[in-house]
Nanobody, 121 residues
């Protein structure tokens, strides 16, 4: 089992920046791709950014050029640097990770509890 704990959310003015972190913990597991999703009130959960174990990244169209995903694979920490924030970025941000027993292909998924990001003047 892999547990994910997000941190770094908060309230910021438009144009500001925030950095989210997600710490993954678990014994004898292999973690594959990790990602950030978000869900606004009344909306659906959408992909913000994903980073594979080889470092390749994918971004949602609405955040390209503003957000940067990265990971510290040695310590199983996922980051999301968010710059030029807009009110439309307001949402609950969730961390997601694919994982499996050590030495196997990741085939399970875990979610964090979410961290709130509010962009408002």
């Amino acid at each position: 089992q892999v547990q994910l704990v997000e941190s770094g959310g908060g309230e910021v003015q438009p144009g500001g920046s925030l950095r989210l972190s997600c710490a993954a913990s678990g014994s004898d597991v292999t973690i594959g791709a990790m990602a950030w999703y978000r869900q606004a009130p009344g909306g659906v959960r959408e992909l913000v950014a994903l980073i594979r174990s080889d470092g390749r990244t994918t971004y949602g169209d609405s955040v390209k050029g503003r957000f940067t995903i990265s990971r510290d694979s040695a310590n199983n920490i996922l980051y999301l640097q968010m710059d030029s924030l807009k009110p439309d970025d307001t949402a609950l941000y969730y961390c997601n990770a694919d994982w499996g027993p050590s030495g196997t292909t990741p085939r399970f998924g875990s979610w964090g509890q979410g961290t709130q990001v509010t962009v408002s003047s």
